[in-house]
């Protein structure tokens, strides 16, 4: 039997410390317990009606209105007047409410309930609860936008609230079905802004949480000066909780339709991204087909990784490539290995390896070596007595249709030392073996080999001062690389590199840290003592910051002069001045002396104000005139942002190459939280 605690406005003091009392022991007791100004109980029909700032609390469900009226029997409440109910998963306002507490049906009048979960909000004149997570409603708006209307339930109030009070967005249906902690269906959609309507939807299904749910995407829109018009709609399908897969299709204007398959999951060892993509080019009258996976297995005892990255043609990334990172791009890498423990536990591994390079500049011939495969063991840093010993050696095969190919072997052990505290001294030997079975060896000869010697040297020291108002750091070093000998090699990849050397380079490196500003400065001077005297200096490095929240300027650079020529060889540098708060001008530059290349980078990025930002950069060569024009990418963004969505405007140009005419592409990029994102 359950039993109930009843608590008013208790005028004298004696009442009120018996009232405590009693509450505390049916607290302990009772499963369910009522407070409210007053409590009348009708015994007769085993009915309590409590009115004024009534709270009634069963199991983990708060129940709070003006009046209401508890049946003990059936567990049934009517609730009037400021209603509220709160659960774990939901908070419903309402002007009234019927309600059973055993069976979770009943009926709700003008009521907004918030899903906690998904942080999503509906409202119906008239919802009906079918059960402890089910509603109905004839007519509802539903929207994960937060809006002073419904945090204040001053709908139930009047149905005509101010304009500025309602949701930016909504979707408003019939007959709808929700299901918390799953999806809400309706008909006769209408997609509103401001209860305005712009979209219509025969039906309607969206998520009524967070998570991953089987259904079709938003789909983007868009166009493009050589592509045409743009739609990409897709489908979105949650397999598993650990695995989905999206399929999408592309349809150009000017170019064809384009498909595409795209699986994804995660295990506890084990996750992987697989993609693949044809489009058939009606304009170029070519098939493109790419692939791409990702997959990573981690154990105790075993660690495997593939890459993999296809394109049946050179040129398809210059065609629908989406950033100009992969436009420009040399190669296309893909390489998988499996890895192990020599003993679980230990310092040293073994591994066999796969690389494989595709040319991506049809202008250019080159014969890529490709490593298919290579066996290897590496140890890593272990104590031998005073010294420290580290080992990797391989054996690799190398394939491509002219130059040299075959197989080579490598082993490089070296043993290093350090010593010092003040002053440290940091020396290693190393003794390296390279030998091949080469095919297609030109003058090498086919059972090249070469034994190379390296010594290497370092001499450090660091001097700090603390003037109070700053910390000055001072770091002199001096380096010494030595290989009395290096044979030619044909070269497959950085093992072929080395070359005879005695290089001795002076470094002084100064960091100031002042109280939000850090001032760093690295002079290096490298002198070649193999070459002659007038030739030895080689190419003087500096390299610079000034960063830190004290100054509104931010200044990266990196520069090489040689004396010998008198000339400046590189320099790369940035700097970014915060205008305001939240505007910054940025401008960089890449110069290089060798590629005879000048390029200027300028930047803007503002906050106008909470609701607006813009971007805009671009690239202007000095030096390089390719097809008429300087001017390189430009890029413009302006977005609009409200608290529960936002809206993109994106110019992007691209030049021509010479052989592709400039694409300008327009976009304007809806995201609505909850629902994610479409382009039109």
């Not at 493009?224 to 349809?251: H, Q, R, V």
Request: aromatic fraction near 12%; glycine fraction near 6%.
């Amino acid at each position: 039997m359950k039993r109930f605690f009843y608590a008013g406005h208790l005028k004298q003091a004696c009442l009120a410390m018996l009232a405590m009392t009693l509450c505390m022991a049916t607290n302990i007791m009772a499963a369910t317990t009522i407070t409210a100004d007053k409590v009348e109980n009708i015994k007769a029909q085993k009915k309590y009606v409590a009115t004024g700032n009534v709270v009634i609390t069963k199991d983990t469900a708060v129940y709070k209105a003006d009046v209401a009226i508890y049946n003990e029997a059936t567990e049934e409440m009517q609730l009037t007047g400021h209603v509220v109910l709160e659960d774990k998963d939901f908070i419903i306002n309402t002007e009234q409410a019927e309600f059973n507490a055993k069976t979770k049906k009943g009926m709700l009048h003008n009521g907004v309930i918030y899903l906690k979960q998904g942080k999503n909000w509906i409202h119906g004149i008239n919802l009906q609860k079918l059960g402890d997570d089910h509603y109905y409603a004839k007519t509802v708006y539903f929207t994960a936008c937060d809006s002073e209307q419904y945090r204040t339930a001053r709908v139930l109030k009047s149905k005509k609230a101010d304009n500025s009070e309602k949701p930016d967005w909504c979707f408003k249906g019939h007959d709808a079905d929700i299901k918390v902690g799953d999806k809400v269906t309706a008909t006769n959609v209408t997609y509103r802004i401001k209860d305005f309507p712009v979209l219509y939807s025969p039906y309607f299904q969206g998520p009524a949480d967070n998570e991953r749910k089987t259904g079709v995407l938003l789909p983007t829109i868009g166009h493009s000066s050589t592509k045409g018009f743009m739609l990409s709609p897709s489908f979105f399908w949650a397999i598993d909780e650990n695995m989905d897969a999206t399929i999408n299709a592309d349809y150009y204007s000017k170019r064809g339709v384009g498909t595409g398959l795209e699986f994804r999951f995660v295990e506890p060892n084990h996750q992987g991204n697989w993609y693949v993509y044809q489009i058939n080019d009606q304009k170029l009258k070519e098939q493109f087909v790419v692939a791409r996976a990702s997959d990573r297995y981690t154990s105790p005892g075993l660690q495997a990784f593939i890459d993999i990255n296809y394109a049946n043609r050179f040129d398809y990334y210059n065609e629908y490539g989406d950033t100009r990172q992969i436009t420009i791009s040399r190669f296309l890498q893909s390489s998988a290995e499996v890895s192990a423990p020599v003993s679980l536990g230990s310092s040293s591994r073994a591994y066999l390896l796969s690389q494989y390079w595709v040319n991506l500049r049809g202008d250019i011939a080159e014969h890529v070596p490709q490593k298919l495969p290579e066996i290897g063991y590496v140890l890593n840093p272990t104590s031998v007595g005073p010294m420290v010993l580290t080992l990797a050696a391989n054996a690799a095969n190398f394939v491509r249709k002219s130059d040299p190919n075959g197989q080579r072997f490598d082993i490089l052990p070296t043993l290093s030392h350090s010593v010092g505290d003040t002053v440290r001294l940091t020396q290693s030997v190393s003794l390296r073996e390279t030998a091949y079975n080469l095919g297609n060896e030109g003058n090498y000869g086919s059972n090249l080999h070469r034994e190379m010697f390296q010594y290497r040297g370092q001499v450090q020291t660091r001097f700090v001062k603390n003037y109070g108002t700053f910390l000055h750091i001072v770091e002199p070093s001096l380096e010494y690389n030595y290989i009395p000998n290096a044979k030619a090699l044909p070269l497959f990849d950085s093992t072929e590199l080395p070359t005879k050397e005695s290089v001795v380079q002076a470094v002084l490196m100064n960091k100031f840290m002042f109280n939000g500003l850090n001032v760093l400065l690295k002079l290096a001077q490298p002198y070649d003592t193999f070459a002659s005297m007038d030739k030895g200096a080689l190419p003087t490095s500096l390299k610079g910051s000034i960063s830190g929240p004290a100054l509104p300027v931010t200044l990266n650079f990196l520069g090489a002069y040689d004396s010998r020529n008198r000339r400046l060889d590189t320099l790369n540098s940035g700097i970014a001045v915060k205008v305001f708060r939240d505007v910054t001008l940025g401008l960089s530059e890449l110069y290089s002396h060798i590629d005879g290349m000048t390029l200027i980078s300028p930047s803007l990025s503002a906050v106008l104000s909470r609701h607006w930002i813009v971007t805009a950069s671009t690239a202007y060569d000095v030096r390089i005139v390719q097809n008429g024009q300087r001017l390189r990418d430009i890029a413009l963004a302006l977005t609009y942002k409200e608290q529960c969505w936002s809206l993109t405007t994106t110019f992007t140009r691209k030049p021509s190459d010479g052989i592709r005419p400039a694409d300008y592409t327009f976009v304007i990029f809806l995201e609505v939280r909850g629902l994610g994102g479409f382009k039109i």
